[in-house]
């Protein structure tokens, strides 16, 4: 079992930033890839962001590349977001996932059902 809790969500202003934080415990941690998806109210969930079990690539959509950076460290335990520029279409619930699989497509981590663990998400409003 992973167990994931995140942290770092807030109102911020359009144009601000935001670094969110997801603790993992539990098994090994550098055996899952790790990933960030949101909701937003009425809409479905939305990838956001993975890091590779390794940590060697990253994979983000394009709505949010270029303002978006994930990150992991391994020892602590920890996935970060960083999300810089944000827009009020960034406005959603955060969710922070794990899962145990190894690939090396785009498609491989922006598709939910490969996650096997999810944090109870933390909310970020951007206000105009």
């Known amino acids: 079992q992973v167990q994931l809790v995140e942290s770092g969500g807030g109102l911020v202003q359009t144009g601000g930033s935001l670094r969110l934080s997801c603790a993992a415990s539990g098994r090994t941690f550098s055996s899952y890839s790790m990933a960030w998806f949101r909701q937003a109210p009425g809409k479905g969930r939305e990838f956001v962001a993975a890091?590779?079990?390794?940590?060697?690539?990253?994979y983000y959509p394009d709505s949010v590349k270029g303002r978006f950076t994930i990150s992991m460290d391994a020892a602590e335990g920890t996935v970060y977001l960083l999300m810089n520029s944000l827009k009020s279409e960034d406005t959603a619930v955060y969710y922070c996932a794990a899962g145990q699989f190894r690939c090396s497509a785009y498609w491989c981590y922006a598709g939910s059902s490969r996650y096997n663990y999810w944090g109870q998400g933390t909310q970020v409003t951007v206000s105009s």
């Open positions: 890091v590779a079990w390794n940590g060697a690539n990253t």
